[in-house]
């Protein structure tokens, strides 16, 4: 099963890269990670999607825990939450044709287009992974440049919170 | 008061209490080490190889309780040091390793013996930190020793630039008396819920089994322990790490268990109903075959580190607590239960279980013309009266030290479980000898293990450290060799010892006392001469059977019930299990 884990975590330097070698030194599944400091500089927030039994995730929620750096930690998806992910994406836009498939396509999906030239469009769209994933199969007849995909950020719905 | 970072340093280990400090100098750590300079509060030991600092560290810390503590220069001592921080982590025995680094302003310029110390322990340390700022040096020790010491212990890797400790610059001194970390807040104290839960299903075992290990030792629960399989009359066993913490001449102790354990031991894991772990992280060299592994049990776990628990086998009444607070609450609501253990279930289960004692499954010839190594550290267990601290290497001759001494108090019993660190056993016995200098300190070791760290003996002449060696010279990498035969057909690859110094000249070298033992008819006199030598370490190169193994042995991933036994033992009989 696929899980979300957020944490909380000392803005110390090598703070990251406890996490990510844990997950490489036991094995454990990362399909993306996120990182940025949060309203209080000295925690990091991070997000963290895994996937893996419950009982490999659960493992992984308490290695984290162990880490020293790690102050609080949070499975996202044992609850109601939001999931987001930005993504910046490049295409070939350079017909007529093509300038108005893609826009449209864009409108579809809630996106932006950011910049423009005379054979690309740039688009910025956020959304829950999947969103983006059909975005980038409706352009199947497109020529994809580039895409940048910021990696998972989540929060718990409703009261819930990730504090101190 | 205004110090330097180096004065710090050392102030900083005097306000700890550290009595002694394993190190080696070099560049980076030379300010330290003038600091150091005309200071009799932390005594310097100086190794001859910065791996043998961490393990004689290890072996002071696992003998008192105490953490070690360790000071190496940058680059190659950070790296030596590795191997032994490695050790340290795998059997949670709290450690500071004191690294130095390269100055601040060279960090990361590949520097004159520059490594990323706190990147190359990451994986093996309890936690690490690299101190940026003179003003955060104190307070980053006080933080190590906390960490390294409390909850699960561990090693913990203090990085020091060399600008940091720069005797120019001095700032206020002051030492914090506790330490708080919003991030570590280790639990104490079990759940009561889960502990009563648990009472109440070990009060209705029919074939319950104690299952103890390192944790007892480290969480010094041995009391609470000894209190609760009393009151309960049950069997216990203990892994490796935790022998000593409850008797071994206890008659409810049915020995070690797993892949060297006895026959009773893992028989009555493999058959109990009820099991209760204490302090033991279920390692694949106890479990076995974890499909196999207790298969009619309902599983209790008691460990401070909830990340042990259902890590490799899924517990039923999992108690994250310390050892002896979750045991005292366990004993205080056994004694006042109205609800005693089923006599006649337990006279039953001891019915069997002494079925599988007259086994005897640690039966070994008792007529060879040649020397046995059960024999030898039988006879060191007579000799030293059962109260010497033993250290061992790792291989053959570990496992007859465990089986054969039996151990009757916790810290006694010094190896390398987790990591199986060959090189651990000399180094680790300079500690206990400082830590104990009145006490006997025995290394049981293989001309193997031994040349991985002999030259300490160094070391130990210049502090008279009188260790005695007791060397299984089977000129073979035994251990490897025992699984070429079982697993390999016999094909002996690399793993005879030849050209083996004379250990006798060898120890005479560096000004000790070598004593070569070759037949059994001399091999107690020889012993008793060398022991009686208070004050000399003493080296004895004892000629063993080549042959022998070590029984009984469950191959890797078998089941407990699995076991290659002695010849020498009686048959194994079926109709004991049949009664149950
Ligand atoms: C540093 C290290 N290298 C390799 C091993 C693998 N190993 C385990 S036991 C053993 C043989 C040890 O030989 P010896 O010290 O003579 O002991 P014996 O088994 O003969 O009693 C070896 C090579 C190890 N445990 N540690
Ligand atoms: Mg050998």
Redesign the interface.
């Known amino acids: 099963m696929r899980h979300i884990i957020s944490i909380l ?2 803005n110390e ?2 703070a990251l ?2 996490v990510s ?1 844990l997950f490489s ?1 036991r094995g454990y599944n990362i399909e993306s990670l996120t990182v940025a400091p949060t309203e209080d500089p000295s925690l990091s927030r991070m997000t963290i999607v895994t996937a893996g039994t419950e ?1 490999i995730v ?2 992984i929620v ?2 984290l ?2 880490l ?4 609080k930690l949070m499975d996202l998806t044992e609850g109601p939450h939001i999931e987001r992910e930005m993504m910046l994406i490049k295409v070939k836009a350079s017909t007529m044709a093509q300038r108005e498939d893609v826009k449209r396509l864009c409108d579809i999906f809630r996106g932006h287009i950011i910049d423009v030239t005379s054979s690309t469009y740039t688009i910025e769209m956020t959304g829950a992974v999947s969103k983006l994933d059909s975005f980038i199969e409706a352009l199947a007849e497109h020529k994809i440049i580039e895409t940048v995909r910021s990696g998972v950020t989540g929060i718990a719905r409703g009261d819930k919170s990730l504090h ?1 | 008061m205004e110090l330097s970072g180096a004065e710090i340093l050392v102030q900083c280990l005097k306000d700890e209490g550290v009595e002694y400090l394993f190190g080696y100098p070099g560049g980076a750590v030379l300010h330290i080490y003038d600091a150091l300079y005309n200071q009799e509060d932390v005594k310097h030991i100086l190794v001859r190889h910065e791996q043998a600092a961490t393990h004689a560290a290890d072996g002071y810390a696992r003998a008192t309780g105490n953490p070690g503590v360790v000071l190496v220069t940058s680059g190659p001592g950070a790296t030596n040091a590795v191997t032994g921080i490695a050790t340290a982590y795998m059997d949670s025995i709290p450690m500071v390793v004191i690294t130095g680094q390269v100055s601040t302003a060279v960090i990361g310029s590949d520097a004159f013996q520059e490594v990323d110390s ?2 190359i322990t ?2 093996c340390v ?2 690490n930190f ?1 101190v ?1 700022d003179i003003n955060d040096l104190a307070e980053t020790i006080k933080k190590a020793f906390f ?1 390294a010491s409390t909850g699960r212990p561990g090693p913990v890797v203090v990085d020091v630039p060399k600008d940091i400790t720069d005797p120019a610059i001095k700032v206020p001194y002051h030492y914090p008396e506790t330490v708080n ?4 807040q280790p639990t104490l104290k079990g759940h009561s819920g889960q502990i009563k839960r648990a009472v109440d299903l070990l009060l209705a075992a029919k074939k319950p089994m104690i299952y103890s290990g390192g944790g007892v030792v480290l969480g010094k629960g041995s009391d609470e322990l000894r209190q609760f399989v009393r009151g309960l009359g049950f069997p216990i066993t203990s892994t490796l790490m935790g022998l000593g913490a409850y008797p071994a001449s206890d008659k409810q102790f049915l020995g070690m268990l797993g892949m060297h354990g006895t026959y009773e031991a893992n028989m009555a894991m493999h058959d109990c109903d009820v099991l209760i772990a204490i302090g033991a992280r279920f390692d694949d060299r106890v479990t076995g075959k974890i499909a196999e592994f207790c298969p009619d049990a309902t599983i209790i776990h008691i460990d401070v ?3 042990s ?3 490799t086998i ?1 517990v039923d009444i999992p108690i994250v607590g310390s050892v002896p607070d979750v045991l005292s609450e366990m004993n205080h609501l056994i004694e006042n239960s109205s609800k005693k253990p089923s006599k006649k279930a337990l006279s039953e289960w001891w019915s069997i279980i002494d079925g599988w004692r007259a086994v005897k499954c640690m039966s070994y010839d008792q007529n060879s013309d040649k020397i046995k190594p059960q024999m030898v550290v039988e006879m060191v267990h007579e000799i030293t009266k059962g109260n010497a601290y033993v250290t061992s290497d790792v291989g053959q001759h570990q496992m007859w030290a465990a089986q054969y001494y039996p151990f009757e108090e916790p810290n006694r019993w010094i190896n390398s479980g987790g990591l199986g660190t060959m090189g651990f056993g000399l180094p680790a016995a300079m500690g206990v000898q400082l830590a104990f200098p009145d006490s006997v300190v025995v290394c049981v070791t293989g001309e193997g293990s031994i040349q991985m760290c002999i030259q300490e003996l160094s070391t130990c002449l210049q502090y008279g450290l009188p260790v005695k060696i007791v060397a299984l010279n089977n000129r073979y990498l035994g251990m490897v060799r025992q699984w070429q035969e079982f697993f390999y057909e016999n094909r002996y690859s690399h793993s005879y010892m030849e050209s083996l110094p004379d250990f006798v000249k060898l120890a005479e070298s560096y000004g000790h006392v070598g004593i070569r033992i070759e037949r059994p008819e001399d091999l107690r006199a020889e012993l008793e001469r060398g022991f009686a030598m208070d004050n000399r370490l003493v080296f004895f190169d004892i000629v063993t059977d080549q042959t022998e193994n070590v029984y009984p042995m469950i191959a890797q991933g078998k089941a407990h019930n699995d076991m290659h036994m002695s010849p020498f033992s009686a048959p194994a009989q079926d109709k004991e299990r049949e009664l149950s």
Do not use: C, F, W
């Not at chain 1, 020293?68 to 102050?71: K, L, N, R």
């Not at chain 2, 970390?181 to 570590?184: F, L």
């Open positions: 975590i000392e330097a090598g890269s406890r070698g030194a009982r659960e493992q308490k290695q825990n162990k020293i750096d790690v102050v101190l | 706190v990147g990451r994986p309890k936690h690299l940026k960490v970390m919003r991030s570590y580190d909830p990340s628990i259902s890590k899924t």
